[in-house]
């Protein structure tokens, strides 16, 4: 109502000023006549103020009307968007539970299979020594003329010393004498192939091979030292060696996976974080799951 008063004054007033107007030009001696006639045309200007009021207050509601119906119907729209980013967000959380179940699935399955292929290699090993034997017993006199040969004649294979060979590989290695320690920790591999110093010395010839820039063989490497000794020591630092290898050699992908699994399978070791801290360098993010 106020607002319907608020159109209606000015026209009311704009009337009144017009038969003010009108009043002042009119005679002072008008007849009986022109008052009556006056006062006529001043009612019909007040009915055609009335109407047009009349009209102005039917449209305003109208538009007001409309006015309220556009916001009923946008806050219907603001509900149903809302509503809709809430389903797709859902959506995309259930899937990507989904995504991360069958990833840790992958990866068990990626783990198997890396201790299945140490086991075929152990059993391989195995065989070879086997077959060793049953050719030792099948030519009897070469095993004797190899056993009555004296350790210290020329040609005799003589196996080296376990620890004392890997120190000093270790020592060569240091010093940077890197042929002299690759021979080393070979012979470490050669004659001790199911040690525990093996498999650290298959990650240092990794390491020969990257200091080198050598980084396709250090790769070679360090994927021995995965899949012929996965409970390594040493294999941790195996597997992010590989990943940067892999970054160095241009494969960034690959590189990145690598750090990735490595996250996964040892998630508390210092390994790890260095791995987190590359992928971080690289603008990735990763979180063990």
């Not at 840790?104 to 399955?109: D, H, I, R, T």
């Not at 299945?116 to 095993?143: E, G, H, T, Y």
């Not at 196996?159 to 004498?177: C, I, R, V, W």
Request: aromatic share 6%.
């Amino acid at each position: 109502m106020h607002k319907t008063h608020s159109h209606r004054n000015p026209l009311f007033a704009a009337a009144l000023f017009a038969i003010v107007l009108f009043t002042l030009s009119t005679p002072a001696r008008a007849s009986k006549d022109q008052m009556v006639e006056l006062q006529t045309q001043v009612q019909q200007l007040l009915d055609m103020v009335q109407r047009l009021q009349s009209t102005m207050d039917s449209r305003f509601a109208v538009l007001q009307h409309l006015a309220e119906q556009t916001a009923d119907n946008a806050n219907q729209m603001s509900a149903t968007v809302t509503a809709l980013q809430q389903k797709i967000a859902a959506q995309n959380d259930a899937a990507s539970g989904k995504l991360d179940t069958a990833s840790g699935q992958v990866q068990a399955l990626n783990d198997s299979v890396d201790e299945l292929k140490s086991r075929i290699a152990k059993l391989d090993k195995s065989i070879q020594d086997m077959q060793a034997v049953l050719q030792n017993i099948q030519n009897p006199s070469a095993a004797q003329a190899g056993t009555a040969a004296s350790p210290d004649a020329p040609g005799a294979p003589q196996t080296p010393p376990l620890k004392e060979t890997f120190q000093s590989g270790m020592s060569d290695y240091n010093a940077a004498k890197y042929e002299v320690a690759s021979g080393e920790f070979q012979d470490v591999i050669h004659y001790y192939p199911m040690d525990e110093l093996a498999g650290a010395s298959q990650f240092y010839l990794g390491e020969i091979a990257y200091r080198q820039k050598d980084y396709a063989d250090a790769v070679k490497a360090y994927n021995a030292v995965l899949e012929g000794f996965p409970g390594n020591a040493k294999a941790p630092a195996a597997q992010l060696r590989k990943g940067l290898a892999l970054l160095q050699l241009g494969k960034k992908d690959a590189g990145i996976t690598e750090l990735k699994l490595l996250i996964k399978r040892h998630p508390q070791t210092p390994e790890a974080a260095q791995a987190k801290s590359k992928l971080n360098a690289l603008g990735l993010h990763s979180t063990a799951h």
